[in-house]
């Protein structure tokens, strides 16, 4: 079964400095991959996918991502934060059958000013 | 706006009482989900339906039921809530797409806006 860590639980970062979340994921193959966000009292929101191709993918709001086979990782970044990217970050991986995902515990972004 | 809401968004309940959450979509998509969110757990599936009247067990259902008896309703029954359900619930659906020519499992979810229910 496939699954999925992301090893920070908090990360602090200051309004525009670079920000690296890490995703590691356990699967046999090749995943669908992809990192969501979500805002406080808010749903999730989808910001990027992978499947195939290009292994660098860019997504909503200014994110990026990059798929490392050799690590098992997946790490989304930002060049530069906002303080509206405050929240809850989610990797997930996608495989098997009925489009199922299985969702990392997610790492809280806060910025500071 | 993928079409999705949830209802009721908030509810407190007593221990010992049946609870159903409703989930409507306005796209007809062939998925949907149920899944809760709790700190340091993530999103963890309940159920999901593949179709009317076709579902199948996440790996957190006991204690939970779901029907769906047309395509864009899929109801969440806690039969005899507790207090381990005190949860976030969100319902999610998922799209084909389109993959040389023939319609594929997308793998993209998207989600309502959720709904907080505390059982007292």
């Known amino acids: 079964a496939q699954s999925v860590t992301q090893p920070d639980i908090h990360i602090t970062v200051s309004e525009g400095a670079s920000l690296e979340l890490r995703c590691n994921y356990s699967y046999g193959a090749t995943p669908y991959l992809f990192w969501y966000v979500q805002s406080p009292g808010q749903g999730l929101q989808l910001l990027l996918k992978?499947?195939?191709?290009?292994?660098l993918v860019q997504g909503i709001k200014g994110f990026e991502a990059e798929f490392k086979r050799s690590q098992s990782s997946f790490n989304l970044r930002k060049p530069s934060v906002h303080w509206s990217d405050a929240a809850e970050y989610f990797c997930a991986v996608g495989a098997g059958t009925a489009s199922k995902l299985t969702f990392g515990t997610g790492t809280r972004l806060q910025v500071t000013l | 706006d993928a079409g999705i809401t949830q209802s009721p968004r908030h509810k407190v309940t007593e221990t010992g009482t049946p609870v159903t959450l409703r989930c409507h979509q306005t796209?007809?998509?062939?998925?949907m989900y149920w899944y809760r969110q709790d700190p340091g757990h993530g999103l963890r599936l309940i159920h999901y339906?593949?179709?009317?009247?076709?579902?199948d067990k996440g790996e957190v259902s006991d204690g939970y039921s779901v029907s769906r008896s047309k395509t864009e309703d899929f109801l969440l029954t806690l039969e005899s809530a507790t207090s381990s359900q005190t949860s976030v619930y969100f319902c999610?659906?998922?799209?084909?797409?389109?993959?040389?020519?023939?319609?594929?499992?997308?793998?993209?979810?998207?989600f309502g806006p959720g709904t907080r229910l505390t059982v007292t």
């Open positions: 796209e007809n998509h062939r998925y």
């Open positions: 999610a659906i998922s799209p084909w797409e389109a993959d040389r020519g023939r319609l594929a499992d997308s793998y993209e979810q998207y």
């Open positions: 339906s593949y179709g009317v009247k076709d579902t």
């Open positions: 992978y499947f195939s191709g290009d292994t």
